[in-house]
C-alpha cells in the first residue's frame, strides 16, 4: 500500500469514509457520528481545509482502492488538553479510519504507527487522539496500541472527550510505503 498526501479530488473519498464508519458504528448501536454535522457544508469546508493544508492522508492498495484515511496535525482541542499540554510538541491524529473491506488486518495499528514515526521525525514528543466519549470499545483499541489514557472530558458540544497519547516513535511500517515528497 501506499499512503500520500489526499488532494481536493479525493474529498469524495474522505466522505466515503466518514459514512461507511458512521453506518457501520450505528449498525452496532454505537452513537458515535450518528448526529449529522450542522451543515454539509461546514463538514466539506473543514475537510478541504485539511486537504489544503496537506493534513489529510490516503493509504492506497495496490489496485487503487482506498483503504484507510488519516488527518495528522499540531492542533490541539484547547477544551480538552491543558496549556502545558499543548506547548509539548506533539502531533494529533484525527479521523483514522479503515475502509471496512480492511477491517481486521491490522491496518488501523500501521496507520497509527505511520502516524507516530511521522510525528517523531517532525521533532514531536507525542502523538496524541481524542476519542468519542463513550465509545468504550474505541478507548480500549487505543489502549490496545500503546495509548495511555490523559482523562476524559465531557462536554456538551464535544462528544470527543477521552484523549490519550503515546510517545512519538520511529516503527516500521512495511505495509505502508509513504509515496516520494510526503
Known amino acids: 500500500?501506499?499512503?500520500a498526501p489526499a488532494g481536493r479530488?479525493?474529498?469524495a473519498n474522505l466522505i466515503a469514509f466518514r459514512d461507511e464508519a458512521a453506518?457501520?458504528?450505528a449498525a452496532r448501536g454505537i452513537e458515535q457520528w450518528s448526529e449529522p454535522w450542522p451543515s454539509?457544508?461546514?463538514m466539506v469546508k473543514g475537510m478541504l481545509r485539511n486537504i489544503n493544508a496537506g493534513e489529510s492522508f490516503i493509504a492506497w492498495d495496490q489496485d487503487g482502492t482506498p483503504a484507510a484515511t488519516i488527518t495528522l496535525n499540531r492542533w490541539a482541542k484547547p477544551e480538552l488538553w491543558t496549556p502545558q499540554e499543548c506547548a509539548e510538541p506533539a502531533l494529533y491524529a484525527h479521523k483514522a479510519t479503515v475502509a471496512r473491506a480492511y477491517a481486521g488486518e491490522g491496518l488501523g495499528?500501521?496507520?497509527l504507527d505511520w502516524a507516530g514515526t511521522r510525528a517523531a521525525n517532525q521533532g514531536a514528543r507525542w502523538l496524541r487522539?481524542?476519542?468519542w466519549t463513550t465509545n468504550d470499545k474505541l478507548q480500549q483499541y487505543?489502549?490496545?496500541q500503546g495509548f495511555a489514557?490523559?482523562?476524559t472530558i465531557v462536554l456538551p458540544h464535544n462528544p470527543s472527550g477521552a484523549v490519550f497519547q503515546r510517545p512519538a516513535r520511529r516503527v516500521r511500517t512495511p505495509r505502508l510505503v509513504e509515496e516520494s515528497g510526503v
Open 1 to 3: 500500500m501506499r499512503i
Open 9 to 11: 479530488d479525493d474529498l
Open 23 to 25: 453506518r457501520w458504528l
Open 40 to 42: 454539509e457544508d461546514l
Open 109 to 111: 495499528g500501521e496507520l
Open 129 to 131: 487522539v481524542d476519542v
Open 142 to 144: 487505543y489502549r490496545d
Open 149 to 151: 489514557h490523559v482523562r
